[in-house]
T-cell receptor
Framework: QQPVQSPQAVILREGEDAVINCSSSKALYSVHWYRQKHGEAPVFLMILLKGGEQKGHEKISASFNEKKQQSSLYLTASQLSYSGTYFCGTEQGPDSWGKLQFGAGTQVVVTP | GAVVSQHPSRVICKSGTSVKIECRSLDFQATTMFWYRQFPKQSLMLMATSNEGSKATYEQGVEKDKFLINHASLTLSTLTVTSAHPEDSSFYIC??????????????FGPGTRLTVL
C-alpha cells in the first residue's frame, strides 16, 4: 500500500528548514528516501532501518518512528541544490527483497 | 553509492516496433532488479520484479507479454517493450538491489530511458 507523503509541495528560501513526512498504514521494515530532479532518475539519499540505524547523506537527516509507522526527512539550512521532488519508499518486511512502495512525492523549491 | 547504468537514455520509435532497454549494475551483483515507469509529475509505478535465473513477477495490470523482462546475469536485466504504441511513451527506470550488512536492501536507480512512440 502506497505511503502518504506531506506536504505536497514546499517553497523555501535558501537557508531555511523544512520537514517532509511519510506515513504508512502498515508496519514498516525500512524507509528509503530519494530526491529526483526534473528529467533525471531518483538519487538515493538515505535508508532508515527498523531498530534505529540509519545511513545518511551529507546535511540531510531523517527519523523513523516505528510505533507510528512514519518517517520524517529534515532539510536543514537548505541550499539551492536541494530543489527537486522527494520520494519516500517503504519496505514491508525482510522477505520483500527490496521491493518499495513509493509515496506521491513532495516538490521542494529553494529560492535564492 | 552503487552505480546502475541504463541504455539507451532516449529512444524514439514508430508504432508497432519493439524496443529493448538494458539495465546494468556496474560495481555490484544484483539478484533482484526492478522496472518502473513514471509519467510526468507522478510517482514511480512499479511494473515488475526481475529475478536472476527465474521468471519476472509482474504487478497487477501490467501485461507480461507486452513488457518482456529477461534477467540474464547478476549484472544485467533487459526490458523489451513489444509492439509499442503511443500510450507506451513514458520514462522507464530500472533499479538494482544491493544487500547491505544486516540483510537490509538498498535500491539504486539507473538514469532512466525516455521512450517516445510516434
Amino acid at each position: 500500500q502506497q505511503p502518504v507523503q506531506s506536504p505536497q509541495a514546499v517553497i523555501l528560501r535558501e537557508g531555511e528548514d523544512a520537514v517532509i513526512n511519510c506515513s504508512s498504514s502498515k508496519a514498516l521494515y525500512s524507509v528509503h528516501w530519494y530526491r529526483q530532479k526534473h528529467g533525471e532518475a531518483p538519487v538515493f539519499l538515505m535508508i532508515l532501518l527498523k531498530g534505529g540505524e540509519q545511513k545518511g547523506h551529507e546535511k540531510i537527516s531523517a527519523s523513523f518512528n516505528e510505533k507510528k509507522q512514519q518517517s520524517s526527512l529534515y532539510l536543514t539550512a537548505s541550499q539551492l541544490s536541494y530543489s527537486g521532488t522527494y520520494f519516500c519508499g517503504t519496505e514491508q518486511g525482510p522477505d520483500s527483497w527490496g521491493k518499495l512502495q513509493f509515496g506521491a512525492g513532495t516538490q521542494v523549491v529553494v529560492t535564492p | 553509492g552503487a552505480v546502475v547504468s541504463q541504455h539507451p537514455s532516449r529512444v524514439i520509435c514508430k508504432s508497432g516496433t519493439s524496443v529493448k532497454i538494458e539495465c546494468r549494475s556496474l560495481d555490484f551483483q544484483a539478484t533482484t532488479m526492478f522496472w518502473y515507469r513514471q509519467f510526468p509529475k507522478q510517482s514511480l509505478m512499479l511494473m515488475a520484479t526481475s529475478n536472476e535465473g527465474s521468471k519476472a513477477t509482474y504487478e497487477q495490470g501490467v501485461e507480461k507479454d507486452k513488457f518482456l523482462i529477461n534477467h540474464a546475469s547478476l549484472t544485467l536485466s533487459t526490458l523489451t517493450v513489444t509492439s509499442a504504441h503511443p500510450e507506451d511513451s513514458s520514462f522507464y527506470i530500472c533499479s538494482a538491489v544491493h544487500t547491505i550488512a544486516g540483510g537490509y536492501n538498498e535500491q539504486f536507480f539507473g538514469p532512466g530511458t525516455r521512450l517516445t512512440v510516434l
